[in-house]
């Protein structure tokens, strides 16, 4: 059938008594959007051709051949050549090419292609009689390199088809790749039409990459874009950038959902395509002119490809016909092979000439962004051009390009595989496939968090939802029964200081006396409510009131309990047994001294260095420069004082007093300095446990305070409302008999005063 049809277009030409040259055209008409206007453009160019009377005794007759397949294109040579054709342009593809140029050889028929593009078809001993218009993929290779270096996107994966054009471009990245300084991961390969990507489309997100380079045709773009979107593969981070097959504006006309997909999809890629020529050009602008009163509205690059390979064609035969006047019968195979190959013509593309392989020897790429209206001064457009590259001067970018996360920034290319990641408002540990999530920083109202800070016993989210009831062991548990335990010893310390005023007459509590009562409760007071500021993130609030409140009460309690003791010495140690007034201004200013060494410090630390929130091994902790040092002297002192008075106290043990006060004196002591002992090297031995780190300390601090108050307070509120409701009025209030006191009376010696006092003498 179309041999017939070839004959009978002869026939017509040769009716009208005309010189004809056939020149063939096989070309596709189906896979890609942009060879469509192939046809279109060849034909302008022979009606171009011979309107301008440019072979002045001849005239070119275009015979068409469509051909999606290597069987189509064969027979087309075969039926060109049988027919009395020159010449072709075509075929479309690489893959027909390869097969097609080794018949077109054997037939000693020459061949131009304007769009396959594999470096296999630069081999002269295979193919002789193949020649392209444009440049082959090593050229494009080259382009895409220098692209890749030049916004230093230096780690990369290849996603490519299995047919020629694509795997001989994978190959080819990514041999000049690695001589350049570029990584490439990981090539992964898939068959033309398969629909079955995830495997595939999983390999790429395993490498980490964030850089895809795609090497295929349309149809298997659209499929691998709808697997990438199924799986959130699209987008920022990901940068998608493409060669020639995929820089076609048409792919993304049809109005259907699937292409919309596909346009959210691949938006700010880039891709690299022969350039269709000089936009300011004045030939370029007449043949778009023409295109579109044939109905092309948009124009591609392989069109002028194909109309300057018709030029080449009518240049050469201009040479061999009417400048060197060959007979017609004598202008065919390898003569008009070796002139197409001398051909030097500017033509819409720009300078067309070839090498002793039949490639073009000068080369020119468009750069184009798939930004879709989005950038600045080119909103009415969907693909813009942003720069070019020749084979004389390289790369030369003209403006940005907007890039997938919409902003005109050179994309990250470091690879940044999947990132578990805890999230403070969502209250969910989970994992960014895309690698996007960046830590937040801590010290600050982090949202974004390490997994593993999740139940780490420390909190670093500011609604402490790292470290909720889900976690075991619990710091929010934690908090409540440490904070029941606290609210509840405050309450009672509240309740005790009131009993003890309300009952400061009773003979308990005037013996011991109110002010030594009130500094104890006191102290415990304030030395559980410092519990609280242990609770939550480290800011810089609690950082500084937590130490001023622990070390101030526990000054007042040993100083409380160190002052007594001296007193209790001081009075039952008299030899002489003179009288000794104690009274409790005195006691108010021994207590004070012993807490100016614990204020000067603390103004000091705070005024210099206060402790304050501070990332330590990427937690928020609070901390100093000089947190040893102080808290060095700090301890120091209280052991010195601990150790002092607990001297006394065995040194006073046997000594005689009301209501074994120096035995419960002696035994507070004991209590606290082996407390200390303990407790503070555990807090040291666990400090890379920072839950029983801060449950110890917390258990330390109750344990501080509330023992003494058991061991002290206790004793007389249980005297007063349980030993002593039998007793008359009289015998509660009065102050005991002491065996040291009754000695003292068998001698004849008062000493009454120097013992007790209603008011502000006493023990």
């Known amino acids: 059938m179309i041999t017939l049809r070839l004959l009978i277009l002869t026939f017509f030409f040769s009716f009208f008594n005309c010189e004809v040259i056939k020149l063939g055209l096989i070309y596709d008409d189906q896979l890609i959007p942009a060879l469509k206007q192939v046809l279109t453009s060849v034909e302008i160019a022979i009606e171009d051709i011979n309107n301008s009377n440019f072979l002045k005794n001849f005239e070119i007759q275009l015979l068409p051949f469509p051909a999606s397949n290597e069987e189509d294109a064969n027979e087309a040579v075969k039926n060109l050549s049988m027919v009395g054709a020159f010449g072709a342009i075509g075929p479309a593809f690489s893959f027909q090419s390869t097969i097609i140029a080794i018949s077109a050889s054997f037939l000693e028929f020459p061949l131009i292609s304007n769009s396959a593009t594999a470096d296999a078809l630069s081999k002269n001993s295979i193919y002789p009689y193949f020649l392209r218009t444009i440049p082959k993929d090593s050229a494009q290779t080259q382009v895409i390199v220098d692209l890749l270096k030049y916004f230093n996107l230096n780690d990369i994966v290849i996603f490519s088809t299995t047919e020629a054009y694509s795997v001989g471009l994978a190959q080819s990245v990514t041999d000049f790749a690695s001589k350049n300084g570029l990584r490439v991961r990981t090539v992964v390969y898939f068959t033309p039409g398969d629909k079955n990507l995830d495997d595939k489309i999983k390999i790429i997100q395993g490498s980490a990459a964030r850089i895809i380079l795609n090497f295929m045709f349309v149809e298997d773009f659209q499929n691998s874009k709808i697997t990438a979107t199924n799986l959130d593969f699209t987008g920022s981070p990901y940068q998608n950038i493409a ?31 022969p350039r269709t020529g000089d936009p300011n050009s004045k030939n370029l602008k007449i043949f778009i002119k023409k295109l579109k009163e044939r109905g092309v509205d948009v124009l591609e690059g392989y069109s002028t490809y194909a109309y300057d390979a018709a030029w080449v064609y009518a240049i050469a035969l201009h040479e061999l016909l009417e400048v060197q006047n060959l007979q017609i019968s004598e202008v065919r195979g390898k003569m008009l092979l070796e002139q197409l190959k001398l051909t030097k013509y500017n033509g819409l593309t720009g300078l067309v000439n070839f090498d002793n392989n039949g490639d073009r020897d000068f080369k020119i790429y468009s750069l184009r962004n798939l930004h879709q209206g989005r950038l ?36 990250d290319s470091t690879p940044k595989g999947p990132v578990e990641y805890y999230s403070c408002s969502r209250k969910i540990t989970t994992t960014d496939l895309r690698g996007v999530i960046i830590y937040d920083e801590i010290d600050d109202n982090p949202e974004f968090l390490p997994s593993n800070y999740y139940c780490d016993g420390i909190i670093d989210c500011n609604n402490w939802s790292d470290e909720d009831f889900s976690c075991f062991p619990s710091l929010e548990i934690a908090f409540i029964v440490t904070g029941i335990i606290a609210g509840l010893s405050l309450f009672i310390f509240s309740i005790a200081i009131i009993f003890l005023v309300k009952n400061k007459k009773r003979g308990r509590v005037r013996v011991t006396g109110l002010l030594f009562l009130g500094l104890i409760c006191v102290a415990c007071f304030t030395g559980c409510c410092s519990i609280f500021s242990l609770f939550g993130k480290a800011n810089n609030f609690n950082c500084t009131i937590r130490y001023w409140i622990i070390l101030l009460s526990s000054s007042i309690l040993i100083g409380a ?110 209590n606290l300095t082996v407390t200390s002992c303990i407790f503070i090297p555990i807090l040291l031995a666990i400090e890379s446990e920072p839950f029983m780190q801060w449950l110890v300390g917390a258990l330390f601090i109750l344990f501080f305070f509330v023992s003494t108050f058991i061991i002290i307070v206790l004793p007389k509120i249980w005297g007063i409302a349980i030993l002593d409701r039998t007793k008359s009025s009289e015998e509660r209030n009065s102050l005991p008999d002491t065996k040291f006191r009754r000695s003292l009376k068998e001698k004849g010696i008062n000493n009454d005063q120097s013992l007790h006092s209603s008011s502000d003498r006493v023990i």
């Open 376 to 411: 600045y001064g080119y909103e009415n457009e969907l693909i813009s051009e942003f720069g070019i590259w020749t084979s004389s001067s390289g790369l030369n970018i003209s403006i940005q390009p907007l890039w997938s996360d919409g902003t005109t920034n050179f994309p």
């Open 243 to 273: 060669s020639d097959s995929l820089s076609s504006a048409t792919i993304y006309f049809n109005g259907s959902q699937e292409i919309q997909d596909l346009k959210f999809a691949s938006f700010g890629m880039t891709s690299t395509a």
């Open 561 to 670: 309990l160190c002052t007594k003791q001296f007193r209790i010495w001081r009075v039952f140690g008299n030899k002489t047994l003179q009288v000794v007034y104690v009274t409790e201004k005195q006691l108010a200013i021994y207590v004070f001294c012993i807490l100016i060494p614990d204020l000067g410090l603390l103004i000091l630390w705070t005024v210099i260095d206060r402790p304050r929130p501070l990332i330590s091994d990427s937690h928020l902790i609070c901390d100093s420069e000089y947190y040893y040092i102080f808290i060095g002297f700090f301890l120091g002192y209280r052991a010195l004082l601990l150790v002092t008075c607990s001297v006394l106290a065995f040194i006073t043990r046997k000594f005689p007093s009301a209501f074994s006060e120096s035995k419960l004196l002696g035994f507070a002591l004991y």
